[in-house]
């Protein structure tokens, strides 16, 4: 749950209301500032010294009427119980945050963990075919044995179908929005949103009085790329929204995963695109995505068990402590690393290398390590 005093949290929603400020101005004006309700009581002047803002810009932060839509918005998200998520908050998607375009807040209504260990997000056309649907069920039931967070945009097709799959299986499904949490959309999915937000949730970065432009839902494919490990494309077109999501999630350096289909077919050229032109990994099973992403190995395995503690006994003293760490843990991000081991960060790259090499850990996405 993000800690967010009413006041600061007013401030935090009119900072988002101010027009021409975008999440990374915004970030520079919380760090030059201190504080969302600093930024509006900063002097023109020093406004004017955090880059890129301006006269122009700080003028518009001073003037700016947004506190009675910022309140009107504070008592929305009270009524019906929605969490706001501030990016210094640690309950923010940590996957997200590492991207330079992540919203600096976002709206939350559900009960899932947005820094679960394992999230997969499952996307592509709307106007799915049977092979596509039944592709995403088979692989969300071979997920499900690995509690696997599954995210979509609760859009008609492979969304939808995803959404369904993941309920279906008992697995936690997060819909990420192109609009505020005042409505959904299409109504026809209204009640799948309602179990979706009892076992999973509904995230957007739009709050309630944001109006439904269509270039908010292709904004939103950042989201939904951002807080994943891996994006799964099955079936799109060459020009489809699922293939604009795939491109961010490579430039976020995530995991991208097509399933192939014939050539013949309209959305079947999008993955095969994908695949030809190297933007995403051919898969045509859950199995493959485990394999690729290195889940599929069993954590209670007793040979890999007696293997590690094989391995110990010839570690030197500062990869012991890694090994320590990471059996504690299970899966640890490289900063935490360096916090928790007191070691500057190009040691700890060597160190994490060789023992990569020697296959006693493993490198995932997010820069995050598990022992072998």
Not at 123 to 136: F, L, S
């Amino acid at each position: 749950m993000a800690n967010n005093s009413s006041t600061e949290l007013l401030y935090r929603i009119a900072l988002t209301l101010v027009p021409n400020i975008g999440s990374s101005l915004a970030k520079n004006l919380i760090a030059y500032c201190g504080s969302a309700e600093a930024v509006f009581k900063t002097t023109k002047g020093r406004l004017m010294k955090v880059p890129n803002i301006g006269e122009e810009r700080a003028e518009a932060i001073l003037k700016a009427d947004v506190m009675k839509e910022a309140e009107a918005e504070v008592k929305f998200i009270s009524n019906y119980k929605i969490t706001p998520l501030f990016f210094t908050d640690a309950a923010y998607p940590a996957r997200l945050k590492e991207c330079s375009d992540a919203p600096i807040l976002l709206y939350f209504r559900g009960n899932a963990d947005l820094n679960a260990q394992k999230t997969v997000a499952i996307v592509g056309t709307r106007r799915a075919t049977d092979y596509g649907k039944e592709a995403a069920k088979k692989m969300i039931e071979t997920l499900a044995a690995h509690h696997v967070l599954i995210v979509s945009g609760l859009a008609y097709g492979i969304d939808i179908a995803a959404h369904h799959a993941a309920l279906d299986n008992n697995l936690q499904t997060i819909g990420v929005l192109g609009h505020g949490l005042n409505t959904i959309y299409p109504k026809t999915h209204k009640a799948t949103a309602k179990k979706m937000i009892e076992n999973g949730g509904l995230l957007t970065e739009y709050n309630s009085t944001t109006k439904m432009y269509p270039h908010n839902f292709a904004d939103r494919n950042r989201i939904v790329a951002g807080i994943s490990d891996a994006v799964v494309v099955i079936e799109s077109a060459e020009d489809g929204g699922a293939v604009l999501t795939a491109n961010i999630a490579n430039s976020y350096n995530r995991d991208v995963f097509a399933l192939p289909g014939k050539t013949s077919d309209k959305f079947s050229k999008g993955c095969n695109a994908l695949i030809k032109t190297n933007r995403a990994q051919l898969i045509e099973t859950g199995e493959d995505l485990l394999k690729a992403m290195n889940w599929d190995i069993a954590a209670g395995n007793g040979a890999i068990k007696k293997k590690q503690r094989e391995l110990f006994l010839e570690l030197n003293e500062d990869e012991r402590t890694i090994h320590k760490l990471l059996a504690e843990a299970g899966e640890v991000e490289i900063e935490q690393l360096i916090e928790k081991s007191n070691m500057n960060s190009s040691v700890l790259a060597g160190i994490l290398l060789e023992m990569e090499m020697n296959d006693i850990i493993t490198a995932l996405p997010g820069k995050r390590y598990k022992l072998v």
